[in-house]
Antibody, heavy 121, light 109 residues
C-alpha cells in the first residue's frame, strides 16, 4: 500500500520561500503524476501543480510564476517550492498521487495526511 | 480556467434519506474526467468517484456518480452517520489544469 508523507517547516516568514517534500513509501514513483494541493483554513481545495517522474510539470496558472515542483526518483520523493510567500499562502499543504493511465485516471487516489504551513513576519 | 460550481453550499438531510449533490462546470469536462471527494474535519480528502461514475476502491455502493459534459451529480442513497462531511468535485484538463468546486457541506437534519 503506497503511503505519502509531507515534511518541511511549519512556519515560513513573509517574502521567503516555502519548501516541502513528499516521500512516497511502499511503491514506485514511476508511472504516475505527483501533485501538490493546498487548503487555507476553513476554505476549499486548490490545486498547485503536478510532476511526472520524467520531470514534466504542469502548474496552476494563478501560482505558476512562484511555483517549482521537482522529483528525485532515487529517493522516491518530490518537492514543492513556493517563493515570495504572503499570509495568503497559509494553508494545509497536501501531496497526492494522480494516476494518468489505468485506474482512477486523473483523480487523486492517494493523499498524504497534510502539513500546516503558516506564513508570518 | 474551468470553474466548478457546487450546489447547494449546505445540504441538511436526515439519516437514512437520500442526498443529491450537484456540480456544474463552466465548460465541458474532457472525457468526463470528473471526481468526487469526501473530507471530514482534520482529515485529508478521500476519493469516492472517478470518471464521473466509477466508485473508488472500498467505497460503499450507496455512493454513486452520474452526469456528463457540464452537469454532474453525486448521490448517497441512504445516509449513514459517517457520511456527514464536506464533498468536493474536481475536474481534470490538460490545459489550464485541475480545478475543484467550492464544496458542499452535508449536515444532519
Amino acid at each position: 500500500q503506497v503511503q505519502l508523507q509531507e515534511s518541511g517547516p511549519g512556519l515560513v516568514k513573509t517574502s521567503e520561500t516555502l519548501s516541502l517534500t513528499c516521500t512516497v513509501s511502499d511503491g514506485s514513483i514511476s508511472t504516475y503524476y505527483w501533485s501538490w494541493i493546498r487548503q487555507p483554513p476553513g476554505q476549499g481545495l486548490e490545486w498547485i501543480g503536478y510532476i511526472y517522474y520524467s520531470g514534466r510539470t504542469n502548474y496552476n496558472p494563478s501560482l505558476k510564476s512562484r511555483v517549482t515542483i521537482s522529483v528525485d526518483t532515487s529517493k522516491t520523493q518530490f518537492s514543492l517550492r513556493l517563493s515570495s510567500v504572503t499570509a495568503a499562502d497559509t494553508a494545509v499543504y497536501y501531496c497526492a498521487r494522480l494516476p494518468n493511465s489505468a485506474g482512477a485516471k486523473y483523480a487523486f487516489d492517494i493523499w498524504g495526511q497534510g502539513t500546516m504551513v503558516t506564513v508570518s513576519s | 480556467e474551468i470553474v466548478m460550481t457546487q450546489s447547494p453550499a449546505t445540504l441538511s438531510v436526515s439519516p437514512g434519506e437520500r442526498a443529491t449533490l450537484s456540480c456544474r462546470a463552466s465548460q465541458s469536462v474532457v472525457s468526463n474526467y470528473l471526481a468526487w471527494y469526501q473530507q471530514k474535519p482534520g482529515q485529508a480528502p478521500r476519493l469516492l468517484i472517478y470518471g464521473a461514475s466509477s466508485r473508488a476502491i472500498d467505497i460503499p455502493d450507496r455512493f454513486s456518480g452520474s452526469g456528463s459534459g457540464t452537469d454532474f451529480t453525486l448521490t448517497i442513497s441512504s445516509l449513514q452517520s459517517e457520511d456527514f462531511a464536506v464533498y468536493y468535485c474536481q475536474q481534470y484538463s490538460n490545459w489550464p489544469g485541475i480545478t475543484f468546486g467550492q464544496g458542499t457541506r452535508l449536515e444532519i437534519k
